[in-house]
């Protein structure tokens, strides 16, 4: 660990208050699912075989009644529903975009909501999770990061929206049919509201949940993580989730990337470059995306492509660069780069040797596309001064 201490103090996972106390089973690890039988009756000799069953139904079939575990005696599935309940977030609105993307807005406990992006393409379906209510970090040019109200999700409400999305895609298989294997929901960006790597370990069981063979079964490789930069923590993302990684890298110089991305004051470039080298899952086939926010007049220059690939190549780093046109939102202080920009940009990067792919803005219309998510009733916006001064800009 860093000696440096995480910027976010104040932000707490407050678990669910459940009627009657009821025990949700969404978001248990397998070991803590077990713990949680036996505590409520299972005896201990059944106990595994019970949780392989139970979990069965709930993350391969998407069954959240116990009355129709038709594979468990009728007095034992009476037993689960006086003590469990299967609990996932609720959806309270859901727009659909001109381009087929979805957006669910998500209420969870405490009357806190979570936005959640569903993006089609012809080859695979991403969706976008959210891993907090807003985000601690101020990002300069992020709408998540003017929320104010911050709160962790529980694994259960990060697992949860993987659920959600599927009962809305209508993608759970029935009993005893045959496995689908061109899915609607094929991959998992942690890309929605919130900073997973302040999250660790309810992104982590959730992540692990998604990807366990006997549930939703998605392989590592279609997760991708996105971080901001928490330097002490990219390390064990890949050897306690295995996904793989993005960074919001934004800027090639500390004095610019402390305005965009201000954590970057507590890890540097050079910092975060040597996590980024020593990543131990990055190999050619499983390159690291560096992220880029095309910003009119700030990180787009020919100098900044130039300085971004030499950053690369210094750290033998395998990597492919997202460039993303910057989306704009009603109050941000900065523009979006030309499309001649944009693609001159892209085209040094590409000269250079590297991937780099112009991001399709998806859902704008419906306010969906990436750093636009926030909450309609937790619009307690932070003033402009306030936002510019944590930026290190007043
Ligand atoms: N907190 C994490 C993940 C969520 S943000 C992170 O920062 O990486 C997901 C991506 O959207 C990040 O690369 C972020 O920098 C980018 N983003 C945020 N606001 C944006 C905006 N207004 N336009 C385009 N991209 C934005
Ligand atoms: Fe938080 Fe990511 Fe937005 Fe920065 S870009 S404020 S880390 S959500």
Known sequence: MSPKAPITQD?????????EG?????GLTRDQLREVLIEHGTPEKQAKMRT???WQWIYQWGVRDFALMTNLAKAYRAQLAENFVIEIPEVVTRQVSEDGTRKYLCRIAGGHEVEVVYIPEDDRGTLCISS????????????TGTQKLVRNLTAAEIVGQVMMARDDLEEWPTPGAPKDETRLLSNIVLMGMGEPLYNFENVRDAMKIAMDPEGISLSRRRITLSTSGVVPEIARTAEEIGCLLAISFHATTDETRDVLVPINKRWNIEELLQALASYPNASNSERITFEYVMLDGVNDSDEDAHRLIEHIKRHKIPAKINLI??????????KRSSNNRIRAFANIIYQ???ASPIRKTRGE?????????????????????QIESEAGLG
């Open 52 to 54: 392989g069953q139970i």
């Open 325 to 334: 046109p910057f989306n704009e939102w009603p109050g941000a202080p900065y």
């Open 352 to 354: 250079a040797g590297y």
């Open 132 to 143: 907090q209510v807003g985000c601690t970090l101020t990002c300069s040019f992020c709408h």
């Open 11 to 19: 932000v707490m996972t407050i678990p669910r208050k459940l009627p």
């Open 365 to 385: 219309d419906i306010m969906a596309a990436c750093g636009q998510l926030k909450s309609a009733t937790e619009r307690a916006r932070k003033s402009r001064k």
């Open 22 to 26: 009821k025990v949700n089973l969404v």
